[in-house]
């Protein structure tokens, strides 16, 4: 079953405007998040992280909330620039797992100029 | 210049035919972890290893073996490919298994007929 979920498939935004990808868990074993960009033929790159002690994590234009008792996590790029589109994998990973990655489906981010 | 390199690239082979794809790094990652990616179902992971010869199952580990003898390599091994394994098939690698922040290798496109 999927303990990782990103339920929007996709999202097209204006050069500018704020961007933001949500991700849901199931899983409160959970204690830290991950948010990789992916371009087609090439490998997931690692973007920005959160801690589960943490509820916010910025990164230049990169921002990661994290609502604990929600279970969810978001995404905000602020401006979009049209070098973000990109597909999005949301990940977390919990203790006595060898800390595998579970990984969300991926929301295409398409950026508009 | 930090890599994961993996070969091959593309591979269509024919069932049964016994395969190897060859992951390595050279950034002396302790962990390192193969996934497939497959539509709509995001990344899973396959295997995982925490350091030399320490290597474990992931979500999805059936009909894969893997090794790992020398700290950079992690081969993925396909002792009787079928159908089913054609994937797209990521290896990764992450500085120690408590550090989640995995640079994933370029992809292998594995095709089974």
């Known amino acids: 079953d999927q303990q990782v979920k990103q339920n929007s498939p996709s999202l097209s935004v204006q050069e500018g405007r704020i961007s933001i990808l949500n991700c849901d868990y199931t899983?409160?074993?959970?204690?830290?998040f991950l948010w990789y960009k992916k371009y087609p033929a090439e490998g997931p790159t690692f973007l920005i992280s959160i801690s589960s002690i943490k509820d916010k994590n910025e990164d230049g234009r990169f921002t990661v909330f994290l609502n604990k008792s929600a279970k969810h996590l978001s995404l905000h790029i602020v401006p979009s620039q049209p070098g973000d589109s990109a597909v999005y994998f949301c990940a977390a990973s919990k203790p006595n797992s060898g800390y595998a990655l579970n990984f969300g489906k991926g929301t295409s981010l398409l950026v508009t100029p | 210049e930090a890599q994961v390199t993996q070969n091959p690239r593309y591979l269509i082979t024919v069932t049964g035919k016994k395969l190897t794809v060859t992951c390595s790094q050279n950034m002396n990652h302790e962990y390192m972890s193969w996934y497939r990616q497959d539509p709509g179902l995001g990344l899973r992971q396959i295997y995982y290893s925490m350091n030399v010869e320490v290597t474990d199952k992931g979500d999805v580990p059936e009909g894969y073996k893997v090794s790992r003898k020398e700290k950079r390599n992690f081969p993925l091994i396909l002792e009787s490919p079928s159908p089913n394994q054609t994937s797209l098939y990521f290896c990764?690698?992450?500085?120690?298994?408590?550090?989640?922040?995995?640079?994933f290798g370029q992809g292998t496109r594995l095709t089974v007929v």
């Open positions: 899983n409160s074993m959970f204690d830290y």
């Open positions: 990764a690698s992450s500085l120690s298994w408590i550090n989640t922040e995995a640079f």
